[in-house]
């Protein structure tokens, strides 16, 4: 008989993925489907990227590379950081990895093991919980409230701390509320760090250029490693996939503090090895080259903000506090009376609406759906259409 260890029957997963699966089986039944419920930028990668790959692929580039990425990536990744930081970072502190997941997988697994704490928002990124879970350590959540505009207050996380907390992880712009915490806060956060150096910071800044104002987009963005009190244990997320719609290129980089980054190359060689060639090479081409397909991607996104956003509002029993990043909406839905997962399941059945309930992204999820505000304006339209129908009846 086969036997597996117990640590992966603590791993979870992400539910999104299970709810594009069903989507698409609708859909190949010749149901009408309009998923509002992955994560993923509806534009197509931008022609000048897609060359780049292309000019690789026939240029030779087929072999492995520096299990950190090549260095002409990493030096666009630290251009690139320090035209939107002002921080200076050396080339040899990043690591070019396969998605966004993959640092979130590497930095818990460094820290995670039973006995230790590891912080992390909720409602917020299943890996999260699940990775935090999967190495045996304490999952501490810190609330993420509606009341709050879904961003995290510093002393709620500087409260959650004890000696045994090895990793905060903070998300801003947050995935799946669209919260963005205000300079105040995370100035008292760093302040208040200061006085607990056992703890290092994962700073998932995947949406950092996608953030908002009142009439439009807004490029806003805090990041945590503009404090130099911090820079020896900051673990830095970004990538590729949100802000150049290159989801399936599967293309991340983190920024590692000089303790961890040969600990980070050693398991890049042990998991993955590298990144595919052509796609660092495409990584360049997105970091350096013209940011006008951004800046479309961008405006495109905050008319669909207003749209979703004044359309959820107007349904029966919904209410929804207007996102400042990403491109989710957090809905509030109690006053329809239903639990967020049998209401998410109900509308994609019966209406051909993909959404995600709030529990998959935590237990302060409950009462709350998130909606994608990645898809077209005639699609979103019709999904509110198909939502209103529904919870009138």
Not at 25 to 47: E, M, Y
Not at 237 to 260: E, F, H, V
Not at 343 to 368: K, Q
Request: glycine share 10%; with cysteine.
């Amino acid at each position: 008989m086969i036997t597996t260890i117990s640590g992966f029957d603590r791993i979870g997963e992400e539910n999104a993925f299970a709810v594009l699966a069903r989507a698409q089986a609708l859909a190949a039944q010749g149901r009408s489907v309009i998923n509002l419920g992955i994560g993923q930028p509806d534009f197509a990668t931008p022609d000048h990227i897609v060359e780049a790959a292309i000019k690789a692929l026939k240029d030779g580039h087929h072999g492995y590379t520096d299990a950190r990425g090549i260095p002409p990536v990493r030096e666009a990744v630290a251009r690139y950081t320090h035209a939107r930081t002002g921080v200076e970072v050396s080339p040899d502190n990043v690591l070019v990895v396969p998605g966004g997941k993959v640092t979130m997988f590497a930095a818990i697994l460094m820290m995670g093991e039973p006995g230790a704490e590891i912080l992390y928002p909720d409602p917020g990124f299943p890996i999260y919980r699940s990775m935090i879970e999967f190495t045996g350590a304490t999952p501490v959540p810190v609330p993420m409230t509606e009341a709050n505009g879904f961003a995290f207050r510093a002393e709620d996380v500087l409260a959650r701390i004890t000696d045994k907390t090895r990793l905060l992880i903070v998300n801003s712009p947050a995935n799946p509320t669209g919260g963005v915490t205000p300079r105040a806060e995370i100035d008292a956060l760093a302040q208040g760090l200061e006085r607990h150096p056992h703890v290092a910071i994962l700073s998932d800044e995947i949406y950092e250029r996608m953030t908002y104002a009142a009439d439009g987009p807004a490029d806003t963005h805090i990041s945590l490693l503009t404090y130099p009190a911090l820079r020896d244990r900051l673990i830095l997320l970004n990538g590729w996939s949100k802000t150049w719609a290159m989801t399936g290129w599967r293309m991340g980089w983190a920024i590692w503090p000089d303790a961890l980054i040969d600990k980070a190359r050693k398991l890049a060689v042990n998991a993955w090895s590298c990144v595919n060639a052509p796609s660092q090479w495409a990584g360049i081409a997105a970091l350096d080259g013209p940011q006008d397909a951004v800046d479309t991607m961008m405006a495109a996104f905050a008319k669909r903000r207003r749209l979703t956003v004044d359309g959820l509002n107007r349904l029966p029993g919904v209410t929804c506090i207007e996102p400042e990043g990403a491109f989710y909406a957090f809905a509030n839905i109690t006053g329809t009376g239903r639990k967020a997962k049998p209401l998410a399941s109900d509308l994609l059945e019966e209406t051909g609406v993909a959404l995600i309930g709030g529990p998959d992204f935590g237990t302060f999820g409950e009462g709350y759906i998130r909606v994608s505000y990645a898809a077209s304006e005639a699609q979103i339209e019709e999904a509110l259409q198909r939502m209103e129908a529904f919870l009138t009846r």
